[in-house]
Structures are given as C-alpha cells and as structure tokens.
C-alpha cells in the first residue's frame, strides 16, 4: 500500500523554514520524501536545520534569503528549479508586532508591509510561473487567527495576516485552471522560541504566570504545538488533499468558533 500523504519526488520551498513552525514543517515534508529547500533570513538557522535533516537520511538544504528582496527571492527559486521541480511552496516567513495603531510607527507598518505581505507575494510570483510550466503545484500561506477576528494591540500584525488570507482566496481564484492549489493555515498561539523570547523579553521574572496566561487565551486551555500545524501543512500538500483550494483552516483550540459564543 502506498504511504499516505507521500510527498517522495517532490520539490518544497519553506520560507522562514530555520526556526519553530517553519523548521517543523521542514522536517515533517522530508520525513515524507520531498526534497526541502528552507529559505530563512537567518542563514545559521536554515543551514543547522537542514543539517539535522541530512543526518536523519533525508534531503534538504539551507539557503540565505530576504523575501522582502524579490530580485532576491526569483534569482534563489530560479537557481532551486535548475535542481528540482518546484512543486510545492510554503509561505511562512513572517514578524509580528504588538501595538495599537496610535503605538505602530510608519517604521513599524513598514517593516511588516515588507515581509509578510510583499514576502508571500514574491515567493508566489517567482514560483507560480514554473508551476504552470511543471503542470501544477500547491502553496500554502500561514495566515493567523488575526486574519478573521479582532485582537487587542494587534494592528500591524493583524493588517498582514488579513492581506495573506485574502492573497490565498485569489490566488487559487485566478489559477485554479492551471492545476495550482493555494489554501492558508490560521494559528492561534503556537508555542515556539519566538513565544518564549518575547515573553522574556517582556515579562522578566513573571516568565511561568505569563505563560499559563497566555497558553490560557486558547479555549482548549494551552497553546499549539508546532508539530500539530507541521501535520496540518503535510495534509493540505499532499495529493490526498487534491481536491482542497481557496480555504483557510483554522488550527486554534477552538478560539474562533468558542471565543465567538
């Protein structure tokens, strides 16, 4: 019997793949066969975790890259599909914000205009013309729970998110004939090192409280684990899931729907 959501033979592009959702992920794809090229501004990152793959048995490469830099972004996917068919495109590189709009600077709209907006749209664009000439692929845009409900202090962020889910809607609008899936992932808290930076950062010696408050906003009662959105991202990728486009799914301990009541 064939291994379910097999991904062997195919090539994967992961933005931001070095670190926490992204480095799941990565790992998750190779497992299943596919050849991984993790994309992450933090050269370091990228490189230590595709190192982690190969010693596993599995195939990835790490790779410098700005997705702000679309010069940038087209020359590296130019250079990968010289190597692989790229069939697959994950846009999870992104930066968050935590301010109202009277706190969020132009610096500060800026900044995040530049890297998960304009990010997903020159990774989208560098890649969807050699999909169509490779006859398909798929993309999936991590978008956030703040792309479809308010949060508090959340302006900039949340700006973002919405234009990525909106993005996926019309990209698997517009190229739907040309066998190209695109769907988005919508996580609430997910625990990271990211999480538990900030909360560092911000909460200095109320580190333990801060984080059971946080892990509390999820109705389920704790935060997300990367692992759980890295099985999310195999099924919307994978052929069994074929027959999905144009959808975003919600992976957020029941925050949406139970925050709602």
Do not use: W
Not at 65 to 72: E, G, L, P
Not at 97 to 114: F, K, M, P, Q, W
């Amino acid at each position: 019997m064939k291994t379910k959501f097999s991904l062997e033979n195919k090539g994967v592009i992961i933005t931001g793949g070095g670190s926490g959702i992204g480095k799941a992920i990565a790992e998750t794809f190779a497992a299943q066969g596919a050849d991984v090229y993790i994309l992450d501004f933090n050269m370091n990152a990228a490189t230590n975790t595709a190192a982690e793959i190969n010693k596993q048995g599995f195939q990835a490469s790490g790779h410098h890259c700005n997705v702000a830099d679309y010069k940038q972004v087209n020359k590296l996917v130019n250079q990968i599909s010289k190597m692989t068919s790229i069939d697959v495109l994950i846009n999870n590189a992104g930066i968050a914000h935590v301010g109202n709009i009277e706190s969020c600077t132009e610096e500060d709209l800026d900044r995040l205009y530049e890297i998960n907006i304009k990010g997903v749209y020159n990774c989208a664009r560098a890649c969807i013309p050699l999909m169509k000439d490779n006859g398909g692929g798929v993309i999936l845009n991590m978008a956030s729970i703040a792309s479809s409900v308010g949060i508090s202090d959340r302006f900039a962020y949340s700006m973002t998110k919405g234009a990525v889910l909106t993005m996926t809607y019309s990209i698997a609008k517009d190229y739907i004939n040309d066998n190209i899936r695109c769907n988005c992932i919508s996580p609430a808290r997910v625990h990271t090192p990211f999480v538990d930076g900030f909360i560092k950062e911000n909460y200095p010696g109320n580190e333990t409280e801060m984080f059971e408050k946080l892990s509390k906003t999820q109705p389920i009662g704790r935060m997300g684990k990367p692992q759980e959105i890295a099985d999310l991202a195999l099924f919307l990728c994978a052929d069994e899931a074929s027959f999905i486009t144009g959808s975003n799914y919600g992976i957020d301990g029941g925050y949406i729907t139970l925050n709602s009541k």
